[in-house]
């Protein structure tokens, strides 16, 4: 490729022009800018481009080239010399690149905030993703399920349509046939009455996490979550400057009794299958809930990652469907029945904080691109999305059950929440066995993967509780059955080198 | 659509089974939940999906049927009865929706950036878009130049790939074949040597003007920013509890004689072609504004929007190619070339901030879709996006001549600036003709959209100074040779009815 040279010529300088187009063309070279093999333009385009004679450019290439950084090739080409190298070390006989100022200067401040994220540990990208062939990854759809044929004809219907919505910008807070889709998808299935108004498409629920975020947070605020929760959702949150307070979860949902009288600006939950401990909410913590978020003035962040898919008994209404007083934000994807690698989610915004919600949303982005929002929305009105689902939720809920009865009957006592529903499920070891991370790590030799408190997408605040040493979480949908039914036989391997490498831990003193 | 009637039994409630269901359904349907002609799930479905017996569902049914909330349809389905109508207010009969806990409630605070944020007048969508036939939209490009076919076979190509890159997590800094093309572009165009880990991918500039607000900014810092400047990066960085200041533009580029001695954490500034005036910054202001940050330590966040388009002169390097410091953030973006509909920018960060700029991108969003980042990355490995660039400026080039010497020739004394490169030309009319906004008002009677400093995308701090009645800002690349010329002959007519009917205002008092 001809390089375009970014040259400027300064007219009120001392400095000839030949002089300066060497200088320039010099440092570029210095600073790897220009590297060896690079073809410079024929002189008689960069004179025009410069606006000066082509005799002084002819003069500037033939000063560098006499000191060995240009040199010819081809029928009458000119290129940075291939013995100068690609790196600036292997410029033999340059000077070390001068500094502009001389020496080093103390970096300017950052913010909070970055001083906060850059301590984050929690990621969803794993870059040595499949790298075991036996992962048992927690929230990802089966990538050989996706409906690709359906999915590639909406996507193609749309391209060889107006190239308008490619170009102009697309309404902030989505485009009006999905936002519509949307809200006639979460009053059908989860119960929520909502007009399309009031949907904001995202980029995933982490996106409306973080303008759920922008909207309630002040630096020093209170926040409430679930304990353990979601660890990408903490560090979001306490990257807006929040402080953090923690709520323990019974059986039936997080445990409402316990919530403190006042103080909290937003409570962050997981009602339909907690995460990770996979319980859901019953009714009367839900109502619970609501009445509490009235009387404290709290508003409340309804997490409705993967409900979805409900293996057992009725489907769930949202907490959202229940809330007359326009508390409750709720936060929905597509990333766990279609994919995270479209990052399209929704946010389910209270009338009263549109306005500002839908003007964060602009400021972060100006909106989501448009190709995949508009297939989506076709997707879903032609009614692919909902066989998607019922064709996933079929193989999901065989691969939950063949997980769930293998586990039972290799660890008597262990108990498995979250099961009837959602992506994964939980393992609670007995206390007599080995520790979790313990039999993490030697599946981890045997080339399974699996995930506890410490390692994984969660986030748990006691580690003096042993519920820490006893969580296995277990995500399923990535595996088929054959798969499954490997890393069983591998779990079973695991467990009696464990119990027979270690000192075990006993139930009683 | 057969619905998810999302119900919940309640096993320790004194209410029947049957009362619970009829309560639940009764509700919905006041709620607008459920409405008229919403097919129920058949009886047998719902007694296993609830684990009661089939007589408890059969005579909810009954139950609700005899009251007229229910109808039998078809054969043998039960639907919502259609008179209950699709909205609240037509349910004759019901009563109001009782509110949970009875009365209105005072919303719960929100924060700071939602109360600045709700105010926001600026954004790019425009919903009204393609009203007028002859809009001089600033910044768009044109669609009808949009490289349909070789993008649509970019995407297809890797729609019939592996499905792995939909259904899993994205690095959040974006995918590596694009990080790495987009690297590449910088250095051979813009002359800015950067690693492509350097480099992270964004949703357009905005995105990456809000990632910069976040890794340099807490409430109450100072902010410097060109007056007059971009609308949506100052209300961004408002968003963010920055104060502002402001710094006069000479021809040259800001003034670099004007910078406060100390206090900014950071400032925004447009050196290619300044936002909106057009001028750009010479070599040597570039090189002040670089000393006056190391002195002050200051960051500066470089807007490169449009600098792919350069008509006359020498491809211009950009700011952050003279940078030793490491203090220049360089913000690009495919909008102006592609199309605002993308999404599709990128940002390049001092190895430094790089940590932290990479864990705010993962925090706010998770990343960005995969495909259409795979895909530019193949369009531009392919040559397609250079040949593209090509073709559309040679179409651009030509209007903006014509724009330029139409303009010129309608008002003696009036001033053109920004006409060397870019997207839009800033026409600057003599005092003593009408004011920019008058004429803007008279143009759009005719069916001419142009932009003000009042009314547009710019923002501007000193309505005092006579600039903000004077200015005009015209984009030209959505406007075919044949549209523009009919424009220049309503913006004739438009200035003669604005002569005619005016005081006119003159020079000298």
């Given at each position: ?18 002089g ?22 024929a002189s ?50 340059l ?90 998808l ?55 400057g ?8 019974a ?46 003035g ?36 597509f ?36 190709l ?138």
């Open positions: 490729m001809t390089l375009d040279i970014p040259l400027l010529i300064d007219s009120s300088s001392h400095r000839t022009l030949t300066q187009i060497c200088d320039q063309l010099l440092a570029m070279i210095r600073h790897g800018r220009l590297r060896g093999g690079d073809v410079l333009p008689r385009d960069l004179c025009l481009q410069l606006g000066v004679s082509r005799n002084t450019v002819v003069a500037a290439y033939a000063d560098l080239n006499a000191q060995g950084y240009l040199e010819a090739f081809g029928r009458g080409g000119t290129r940075i010399a291939l013995a100068t190298g690609t790196r600036r070390e292997q410029v033999h006989g000077p070390p690149v001068p500094c502009l100022h001389g020496g080093n200067i103390k970096p300017p401040a950052i913010s909070e905030a970055a001083r906060i994220a850059r301590r984050v540990r929690h990621t969803l990208f794993d870059p040595m993703r499949n790298r075991l062939p036996l992962d048992f990854r927690v929230g990802l759809p089966d990538s050989r399920l996706f409906p690709r044929e359906p999915w590639a004809k909406c996507i193609r219907d749309r391209l060889s349509a107006s190239a308008l919505g490619m170009t102009d910008y697309v309404d902030p807070a989505g485009v009006p046939e999905l936002r519509s889709a949307i809200s006639h979460v009053r059908t299935h989860r119960g929520v009455a909502c007009t399309s108004e009031q949907v904001i498409v995202t980029s995933g629920v982490q996106q409306g996490l973080d303008l759920v975020c922008r909207l309630l947070l002040d630096p020093g605020v209170s926040v409430l979550m679930e304990n353990p929760t979601y660890g990408s959702a903490r560090e979001a949150i306490r990257s807006h929040a402080t953090l307070a923690y709520c323990r979860i059986s039936d949902g997080i445990d409402t009794d316990a919530l403190p009288a006042s103080g909290a600006r937003m409570i962050y939950v997981t009602p339909s299958h907690q995460f990770p401990m996979g319980n859901t909410m019953s009714l009367a913590r839900r109502l619970a809930l609501l009445e509490w978020a009235r009387n404290t709290t508003y409340i962040v309804e997490d409705d990652y993967d409900s979805d898919f409900r293996y057992r008994g009725a489907p769930l209404s949202a907490l959202a469907s229940l809330d007359n007083d326009e508390l409750v934000i709720y936060l929905g994807t990333s766990k029945t279609l994919g995270a690698g479209l990052r399209l989610g929704y946010m389910i915004v209270p009338p009263a904080l549109l306005p500002a919600a839908r003007a964060l949303k602009d400021l972060a982005d100006h909106g989501r691109s448009w995949e929002q508009v297939a989506l929305a076709d997707f879903i009105n032609l009614g692919h999305y909902e066989s998607h689902v019922r064709k996933a939720k079929t193989a999901y809920r065989a691969r939950c059950k063949l997980l769930v009865d293998g586990l039972s009957s290799l660890v008597p006592g262990s108990e498995i929440t979250g099961a009837d529903g959602g992506m994964h499920l939980t393992w609670i070891l007995p206390l007599r066995l080995a520790t979790a991370d313990r039999l993490r790590e030697r599946l981890s030799e045997l080339g399974v993967v699996v995930y506890t408190l410490r390692h994984g997408p969660a986030a748990y605040e006691d580690p003096s509780n042993d519920l820490i040493d006893r969580v296995l979480l277990l995500g399923y949908p990535c595996l088929s059955e054959a798969k499954i039914s490997s890393a069983l036989k591998l779990i079973e391997t695991a467990l009696s080198d464990c119990e027979g490498n270690e000192n075990p831990r006993v139930d009683e003193p």
